[in-house]
């Protein structure tokens, strides 16, 4: 049974930076690409970033490029994301999610696993 659990969301002020966490476990993600997704208030899901497990390829979403710097831990089989030079706009639930394969995606209906979600408020 995989699950993710996120960790480190929190209220920051505009500028500021966080660091959020995604704890995988039940499976070997050697063959799975992770991605961050989010969900601000009144707005659908929506891409973030990814990371292909294995090789470590990165994609990003524009709104959040140069900014937001996605990464894992082989050896603690975490992902996480930091988060520079936050904006009001970057306001959301941030949920880690798992996709079978190598192939990325920034559909959320590809993807197969998904974490609780982890509330991220950024004050202007």
């Known amino acids: 049974q995989v699950q993710l659990v996120e960790s480190g969301g929190g209220l920051v002020q505009a500028g500021g930076s966080l660091r959020l966490s995604c704890a995988a476990s039940?499976?070997?993600?050697?063959?799975?690409?992770m991605g961050w997704f989010r969900q601000g208030p009144a707005k659908e899901r929506a891409f973030v970033t990814a990371?292909?497990?294995?090789?470590?390829?990165?994609y990003y979403a524009d709104s959040v490029k140069g900014r937001f710097t996605i990464s894992r831990d082989n050896a603690k089989n975490t992902m996480y994301l930091q988060m520079n030079n936050l904006r009001p706009e970057d306001t959301a639930v941030y949920y880690c999610?798992?996709?079978?394969?190598?192939?990325?995606?920034?559909?959320?209906?590809?993807?197969?696993?998904w974490g609780q979600g982890t509330q991220v408020t950024v004050s202007s």
């Open positions: 990371i292909s497990w294995s090789l470590g390829s990165t």
């Open positions: 999610a798992a996709r079978r394969g190598s192939f990325y995606s920034r559909r959320d209906d590809d993807y197969d696993y």
């Open positions: 039940g499976h070997t993600f050697s063959n799975y690409v």
